[in-house]
């Protein structure tokens, strides 16, 4: 199949055409369907999902477009979409290039057979401030979500956050000194209770359920994902600027040149130590970096146990807590 690889950015505005074979989807449309199960979802429930427009949002609506047609879920004859499938995407008015990007996108997600609605940010105290703008957008984002799903009937939620995000986010908190919960990272299933549905408004409410049906994957497996259905993505430009904390983690752990680190965040995020990749063959150049990656206020590392990785320190001052000696048995590893 031919296919358009993006040029690198120091390179003349150009097309590349060249010959690559297309992504095993099988197995991705296998693991997500069984993601799917786990979260007790079934493909006749009524779901909304999160787009953005992005690789990561554009396969999770390809897989889960694919997870309800194969499960039976017909296209209305009337709409041409699928049934019980709304793709949210939310324009939040930052950029000026925002609204047109967001009609892109939803003509991109109606054509997947995916019915999508553009909902649009108002900012009644004005633009938020540039040191909380990825905050903020974020939370209008959130309350977009559950106020359409509340107004729509729509009890399941589906978020396109994979294992690099997990990563970043581990990585993010341990440099703000976070808590054993915080370190815990994303949840697989979550619920969500709006704060907009007053106490008894609705008994037989349950809540929104939160699932990210593709916190397994990391992000080449978006790319491929895209690829194999031949499906376009919009790259947001504010994921690149450095000005952001999760940017500039997001390039500094591209640095790593361990593959057992990448291993390990793609399936162990949920214990700490495995976390940071404390693998007996990780490089040493890796477990200095992330040493130095996780540093914040409160937070040194001791680099007396440097040579032997088995024993390697972090001191974390929590609440007056300090833990020290975080070994691999920690992390399920003998």
Not at 193 to 198: D, K, Q, T
Not at 205 to 214: A, S
Not at 272 to 294: I, N, T
Request: hydrophobic content about 40%; overall charge neutral; aromatic content about 8%.
């Amino acid at each position: 199949m031919l296919c358009v690889l993006r040029p690198s950015p120091c390179l003349p505005l150009r097309r590349f055409l060249c010959k690559c074979s297309a992504p095993d989807m099988s197995w991705y449309r296998e693991a997500f369907a069984r993601r799917m199960a786990m979260a007790g979802i079934k493909p006749h429930h009524r779901i909304a999902l999160g787009v953005s427009g992005g690789p990561d949002s554009m396969a999770l609506c390809v897989l889960t477009a694919g997870w309800k047609l194969d499960g039976s879920v017909a296209k209305n004859k009337s709409s041409g979409f699928i049934d019980g499938l709304l793709g949210i995407v939310v324009d939040h008015r930052l950029r000026a290039a925002s609204t047109e990007e967001a009609i892109l996108v939803r003509d991109r997600v109606n054509k997947m057979g995916v019915k999508c609605e553009i909902e649009t940010c108002t900012w009644s105290g004005g633009r938020p401030k540039h040191g909380h703008l990825q905050e903020a957008a974020r939370e209008m984002r959130y309350q977009i979500f559950e106020d359409v799903c509340i107004k729509q009937h729509i009890g399941i939620l589906l978020i396109a956050q994979h294992a690099d995000d997990q990563a970043e986010l581990l990585i993010l908190r341990l440099s703000r000194n976070s808590g054993v919960l915080g370190l815990a990272g994303m949840a697989f299933v979550s619920q969500l209770f709006p704060a907009s549905l007053r106490y008894g408004e609705n008994a037989a409410y349950d809540g929104i359920l939160l699932v990210r049906p593709i916190l397994e994957f990391t992000k080449d497996d978006m790319y491929k994902i895209c690829q194999g259905a031949n499906q376009e993505w919009v790259e947001d430009p504010t994921n690149q600027s450095p000005l952001y904390a999760r940017n500039r983690i997001r390039s500094s752990l591209r640095r790593l040149s361990s593959v057992y680190f990448t291993k390990t965040q793609t399936n162990s995020w949920q214990y700490f130590p495995v976390a940071l990749g404390l693998h007996p063959q990780l490089p040493m150049q890796d477990w200095l970096f992330l040493a130095e990656l996780s540093k914040g206020p409160g937070m040194e590392y001791d680099e007396d146990h440097a040579e032997t990785p088995s024993n390697v320190e972090f001191h974390f001052n929590v609440k007056q807590i300090t833990w020290i000696r975080m070994d691999l048995k920690m992390g399920g590893i003998d």
